[in-house]
């Protein structure tokens, strides 16, 4: 498959995460229209670094990529942040993000939780992380979809959802104040992306 169409493709899923291709009545034009120009840059970025061989990678010991995510980690649990670990951080990094959304999410993307200024020293987060703005290390969470801090488990309406992390080593370290949204994070990282890895879980309520 020829770049540019693996280019338009990736910008035409990255679009349906951000939530544009179905925003509500409070997502001004000019709002989404940001947050698509940073979709296609950071996609752009993405592709260039899968050429590159990139490999950044992302997993969890309470569940492996394509698996049900434990209960505990749930609105129908205690509803902790699941572990998180990673390897294969480039030279150069300092700092990571951290962005978990639920693609399947009735109307719009629906944001879990938005984390950044990692330190690059990191190589994991911990269970259960407060949800707090600013944590002791320097981390910070900004804003989900149910507008709080911090993490917001899985909760499905009905039938079984997707959950993707998907973790960003950057060459920077953002001027972003706590609280930022998921599309305030997608322009801050914008040029500053060095690699990129993904762990998807999935959750349906019985």
Same mark, same amino acid.
């Given at each position: 498959?020829?770049?540019?169409?693996? $280019?338009?493709?990736? %910008?035409?899923?990255?679009? !349906?995460?951000?939530?544009?291709?179905?925003?509500?009545?409070?997502?001004?034009?000019?709002?989404?229209?940001?947050? &698509?120009?940073? *979709?296609? &840059?950071?996609?752009?970025?993405?592709?260039? !670094?899968?050429?590159?061989?990139?490999?950044?990678?992302?997993?969890?010991?309470?569940?492996?990529?394509?698996?049900?995510?434990?209960?505990?980690? *749930?609105?129908?649990?205690?509803?902790?942040?699941?572990?998180?670990?990673?390897?294969?951080?480039?030279?150069? *990094?300092?700092?990571?993000? !951290?962005?978990?959304?639920?693609?399947?999410?009735?109307?719009? %993307?629906? %944001?879990?939780?938005? $984390? #950044?200024?990692?330190?690059?020293?990191?190589?994991?987060?911990?269970?259960?992380?407060?949800?707090?703005? $600013?944590?002791?290390?320097?981390?910070?969470?900004?804003?989900?979809?149910?507008?709080?801090?911090? #993490?917001?488990?899985?909760?499905?309406?009905?039938? %079984?959802?997707?959950?993707?992390?998907?973790? #960003?080593?950057?060459?920077? $370290?953002?001027?972003?104040?706590?609280?930022? *949204?998921?599309?305030?994070?997608?322009?801050?990282? &914008?040029?500053?992306?060095?690699?990129?890895?993904?762990?998807?879980?999935? #959750?349906?309520?019985?």
């Amino acid at each position: 498959m020829g770049r540019w169409v693996r $280019v338009l493709l990736a %910008v035409f899923l990255l679009a !349906l995460l951000t939530g544009c291709g179905s925003r509500g009545p409070g997502m001004a034009s000019s709002t989404c229209a940001q947050s &698509q120009a940073a *979709t296609t &840059q950071i996609a752009e970025e993405s592709i260039a !670094l899968e050429e590159e061989g990139a490999m950044l990678v992302l997993s969890s010991r309470a569940f492996s990529h394509g698996e049900m995510i434990p209960k505990q980690y *749930t609105c129908d649990g205690q509803e902790l942040s699941p572990p998180l670990e990673w390897q294969g951080a480039p030279a150069g *990094t300092k700092s990571f993000a !951290l962005i978990m959304d639920d693609p399947d999410a009735p109307k719009t %993307v629906f %944001v879990h939780w938005v $984390v #950044y200024n990692i330190p690059a020293s990191a190589s994991s987060l911990p269970e259960g992380l407060p949800r707090e703005p $600013v944590l002791s290390d320097g981390i910070r969470q900004g804003e989900n979809s149910a507008g709080r801090i911090g #993490y917001f488990g899985p909760c499905p309406p009905s039938g %079984v959802h997707r959950y993707s992390f998907r973790l #960003y080593a950057l060459d920077t $370290v953002l001027n972003l104040d706590a609280g930022a *949204t998921k599309q305030e994070l997608m322009r801050a990282m &914008q040029g500053h992306i060095l690699a990129q890895a993904e762990l998807l879980g999935r #959750y349906g309520r019985s």
